[in-house]
């Protein structure tokens, strides 16, 4: 906080630290507060600088690392851009040469993550890919750029430098995007493709179409879905537990969760 202050103070801005816990996104009504605190620290002209709280934090409530903390600070306050900062270019392909652009996020392209850490991160290049890939899906456009690179920050806003991941065209609301993003998800599904091409083309998720529960949930928990190549396509809030879904899954027409609680990614 020292090296914040002192490289803002030249430019007469204050600072503030914010210090986030997990349940700070999973929580809604922690959510709003924490966002209505923001917004007051930026009327005032005073900059947020946000960090993890290491001391109350433990394995259940940890975010993976600073990059989901951006990313779910991105969505809730509605940015137009998410910078990513790593110690290389951006996304090397197999060859190492820069993958300029991602205009769609594809299992393939999550392959060209290493499995190395980057040099002061917690994760490496996959969490990086994972968190653009959710911040594109719901309408921010993504950079991931070398950090210590000379006007790094603004090449990457005018899409200059690094790997730029372009956004998808979004309609979701701000409830329906903290659904995506900053709920915590509980348990996961494998549907099948019927249902799968129900849920993109903005339909509600029944039990029928529900191949196995992989992780289970209770009623009222946000789950992932997945289709048959294990790729996780959507998120949704139960309107039933696993066990439920489990009992009933032969009748006709059991709502799972309806249409405007499930968000496409």
Not at 31 to 54: M, S, V
Not at 102 to 117: C, E, N, S
Not at 148 to 172: F, Y
Not at 222 to 237: E, H, T
Request: aromatic content about 8%; hydrophobic content about 45%; some cysteine.
């Amino acid at each position: 906080m020292g090296k914040y202050a002192k490289a803002f103070q030249q430019y007469k801005i204050p600072i503030a630290q914010s210090l986030c816990e997990r349940e700070h996104f999973s929580n809604r009504n922690q959510f709003l507060q924490l966002r209505d605190t923001y917004r007051e620290l930026w009327k005032h002209g005073i900059i947020p600088i946000a960090n993890e709280n290491d001391v109350v934090s433990n394995l259940e409530i940890k975010f993976s690392d600073n990059d989901e903390l951006a990313t779910l600070l991105a969505l809730g306050f509605g940015a137009e851009y998410l910078l990513i900062g790593t110690s290389v270019s951006g996304v090397l392909d197999e060859n190492d040469q820069l993958i300029q652009e991602i205009k769609t996020f594809t299992p393939a392209i999550l392959g060209y993550a290493r499995k190395t850490k980057s040099a002061a991160g917690l994760g490496g290049m996959i969490t990086k890919l994972m968190f653009a890939r959710l911040a594109t899906s719901l309408g921010i456009q993504t950079v991931i750029f070398e950090a210590r690179a000379k006007d790094g920050i603004l090449n990457a806003i005018d899409g200059k430098t690094g790997t730029v991941c372009r956004p998808k065209k979004v309609h979701a609301n701000a409830r329906q995007k903290w659904l995506a993003s900053g709920s915590k998800v509980y348990g996961r599904v494998l549907v099948d493709e019927g249902a799968k091409k129900a849920l993109i083309k903005r339909k509600s998720l029944l039990a029928v179409g529900i191949k196995e529960i992989i992780r289970p949930f209770d009623k009222g928990e946000v789950f992932d879905i997945i289709d048959i190549d294990n790729w996780v396509f959507a998120v949704a809030k139960s309107k039933l537990s696993a066990d439920e879904i489990t009992t009933q899954k032969d009748k006709q027409n059991i709502l799972v969760a309806n249409a405007d609680e499930i968000v496409i990614l």
